[in-house]
């Protein structure tokens, strides 16, 4: 197929096959995300239909990389040998002093974490190292074997509890489980009445339900915590979403209406000019409970959902692994936070840049691999072909093999880093437990 005959399949698929509703800008030009609403899984079972409908062999890159932007970047990535080359995705130029230098950008993977260090950015503190506790961070495994990445059990205390620890802010809680959601609405109008200049307000709300903001995950509820504060306009809030590099003004019945929603409860409150540097001696800690050497809990998961969708014992279907499994990319970008604890401790040992370069290759390979993993699974749940599941789980051996070493690397690091903090001393313990 050339390329035109792609974008025509492409649209037909959307249309017959999808059902999808968001078609009215469908072109070459249409954007996949902007214009067409289609999210991350929503292009995995696009490729995929083009593969079993249309017979399209896809190449391994086109699961892989989802940087695409266009109906017409997927079809040139797709259709590659039709007279012009895929367009190579654009990357942000680095530093001549690599990563000793201004790191060229900052991942946003984690909405909490990216609020609270939102205001550590803007006092000039170092971030990175909270984002330990993102790439193992926490997420539930249903009583019917779904992948939740937020669920009404997620609780984020223990993020709390280093924040504090280690920069020295109070993080409040001004959200009270033990109110109504119209008690907690009245208390935050309170707050942000009565808001300090330098104060931020995080607040959780239903993004599924403010359609004007972009949703690359498309979920249904989808939690998400954002920074918000009053304008000089009664009826417009001044919104910043530090996780997806977003700010402006959105209608404030509009932001009640997504925190009013039963499938979100939370807020905190924090002054980032109270914020200092960590000492070494907190960080020694926080990396020790932060890390989990000996399991990849979103590997083992997802071996687990596998499992029980495969055994016909158990009573689920198997073409149903898909939609258990549909989170998942929620879930694998928090693998990206692996940069930042690899980025933190390269430039505190000053360690060589191509090291680091050669570590992030390996991450790449790690978030792209459970992309791909993710594909067969959703092939799997279309074909219910059995003799494939041996194959997906010898593909979940190897990224717990690759995520194995990614560790065992951080953990050389670590101990590297302990080695040559002289303010340690010797009694700092290797491993202290998580706080509950």
């Known amino acids: 197929m050339n390329r035109m005959a792609v974008v025509e399949a492409i649209g037909t698929i959307l249309r017959e096959e999808m059902r999808h509703a968001h078609l009215d800008g469908f072109g070459p030009q249409a954007r996949l995300n902007e214009d067409l609403y289609l999210d991350s899984v929503q292009l995995l079972q696009l490729i995929l239909a083009l593969e079993l409908t249309h017979g399209l062999a896809i190449p391994e890159e086109a699961i892989a990389r989802q940087d695409v932007a266009t109906v017409a970047d997927l079809a040139a990535l797709l259709a590659p040998d039709d007279g012009e080359p895929a367009a190579e995705p654009t990357v942000p130029e680095a530093s001549p002093e690599g990563v000793h230098g201004e790191m060229p950008y900052d991942l946003k993977i984690h909405c909490f974490v990216s609020?609270?260090?939102?205001?550590?950015?803007?006092?000039?503190?170092?971030?990175?190292?909270?984002?330990?506790?993102?790439?193992?961070?926490?997420?539930?495994?249903?009583?019917?074997?779904?992948?939740?990445y937020h669920s009404d059990t997620t609780d984020h205390e223990s993020f709390r509890y280093w924040f504090e620890r280690l920069y020295g802010v109070p993080l409040d809680a001004w959200y009270d489980h033990s109110r109504s959601k119209e008690e907690n609405v009245a208390a935050l109008l309170g707050i942000l009445a009565r808001r300090a200049p330098d104060e931020c307000v995080m607040v959780m709300l239903d993004m599924f339900h403010l359609p004007e903001r972009e949703n690359k995950f498309n979920q249904n509820p989808f939690p998400h915590y954002l920074l918000v504060e009053l304008t000089d306009d009664p009826a417009l809030w001044q919104v910043c979403d530090p996780d997806f590099r977003w700010e402006g003004r959105i209608e404030r019945d509009k932001l009640l209406h997504a925190i009013h929603q039963p499938s979100v409860a939370g807020g905190y409150r924090y002054d980032p000019s109270l914020a200092r540097p960590p000492r070494d001696a907190d960080l020694a800690a926080f990396f020790a409970a932060c890390f989990r050497p000996d399991a990849n809990p979103l590997i083992d998961a997802v071996r687990a959902i596998v499992g029980a969708h495969a055994d016909e014992r158990g009573g689920l279907d198997l073409g149903d692994v898909g939609e258990a499994l549909r989170e998942l990319p929620v879930v694998t970008i928090r693998k990206w936070a692996y940069e930042h604890g690899f980025a933190f401790f390269w430039r505190a040992l000053r360690w060589p840049h191509a090291g680091f370069e050669a570590i992030c290759d390996e991450i790449e390979r790690l978030v792209e691999g459970l992309t791909a993993l993710h594909y067969a699974v959703l092939k799997l749940a279309k074909t219910r072909e059995r003799a494939e599941i041996a194959s997906i789980l010898a593909r979940l051996d190897a990224l717990d093999a690759l995520e194995f070493s990614i560790k065992r690397r951080l953990d050389a690091a670590f101990e590297a880093w302990r080695t040559a903090r002289p303010s340690l001393g010797e009694g700092v313990p290797a491993r202290e437990r998580m706080p509950a």
């Open 115 to 148: 609020c609270v260090c939102h205001g550590l950015k803007a006092e000039g503190i170092d971030h990175r190292p909270f984002y330990a506790l993102v790439w193992d961070a926490e997420f539930t495994i249903t009583e019917e074997f779904r992948l939740a």
